[in-house]
């Protein structure tokens, strides 16, 4: 009676969404620049009135669709909604001054200079580049929010904005000179910063959730995480982390070669509310490490892989239909592995449609409500 009381107890002063992880598994959306593919954008309709005079070309850099195309980016977070997702990203998956700078700074090894952290270093100086990311993190944000919120409104159902901090394209981990194993680009504070203030413009928009997601080199998800812990600390207000690697066919992370269990170990002092595998390689390759990954962390497991690997001749680049990821997603939750689950790169609307419905009736897996308080002490509020 002692502990049935307490357990409820305990439940009422959980975080909305470590109520639903109790009860069910969560949906999160999916692929953002698979979505975006569908709508025919052009070099045009990214650039808008704001990048027209840009010299490089930004087609890639799908982030900037959220400041030059935003119904065309909350009509993907509308239709993500509506298909089941419980958690939708922020489209921010390269919104750090250091991976804009790729599509707005000239390049010095062009010029046969390099780049170096003296490069870096007026990458993160420049008040352009600053205030991009601060827009971008700050307005994706804000339009996740009130997409979340109208839906969860007209549902019934809360819906919860993940604030999206995707991996650079530095390495802190392995130096691209083969000539000089201890050189590297940048430096462990200056991605740090870039990451900092990507952090508190998300935080600004209404992110209800931080999502360190695609993690390949741990080194560069390590100082996300300082700089999360270090946001908190100064700000004074803390939101629940998740946290996502991609793994190669070993199951390490693909650039700092870091196993499956040794990265769980080097990141659950963070307690996470959860952790887990996204994008990489498909499903059925993913199933062995998301095990291994289920068996030793003690917090909530998160999946949302690629729909299969890369095919040039598919719809939507991507071998797998939403037939095909509801299948091996279900084989995951009857495998009692996961307790938030979605897509990454192929994943449409309709893929997470299916994987909702394929997991609606299935039970999340079991972690502990014991681990669930821990994850999220003090992390719903203010500071004191």
Known sequence: MHQERKRKMTLSQLHPLKKILQDRIAIIDGAMGTTIRTYGMTEADIRGERFKDSTKDLLNNGDIFSLTQPDMICDIHRRFLEAGADIIETNTFGATSI???????????????????????KILEDPMLSQLAW??????????????????????????????????????????????AGFRVVTFDQVKIAYMEQIRALMAGGSDLLLVETIFDSLNAKAALVAIRE?????????????????????????????????????????????????????????PFLSELSAKADVAISCYPNAGLPNPLSETGFDLGPDDMARYLGDFARGGLINIAGGCCGNTPEHIAAIAKALENQPPREFGTAALVESFAGRSGTRG
């Open 99 to 121: 991976t804009q700078s790729e599509f707005f700074v000239e390049d010095p090894r062009e010029h046969g200079g390099r780049k170096d952290p003296e490069f870096y270093q």
């Open 135 to 180: 827009d971008i993190n700050e307005t994706s944000a804000r339009q996740c929010r009130e997409w979340a919120d109208r839906v969860g409104n007209a549902t019934g159902r809360h819906r919860f904005v993940a604030g999206a901090i995707g991996p650079l394209t530095v390495s802190l981990s392995n130096s691209p000179d083969a000539d000089d």
């Open 231 to 287: 946001v908190f600390d100064q700000d004074g207000k803390e939101l629940p982390v998740m946290i996502s690697a991609a793994v190669g066919r070993g199951g390490e992370t693909l650039i700092s070669a870091q196993t499956t269990e040794a990265f769980w170990n080097a990141v659950q002092h963070v307690k996470p509310l959860s952790v887990g595998l996204n994008c990489s390689l498909g499903p059925d390759l993913m199933y």
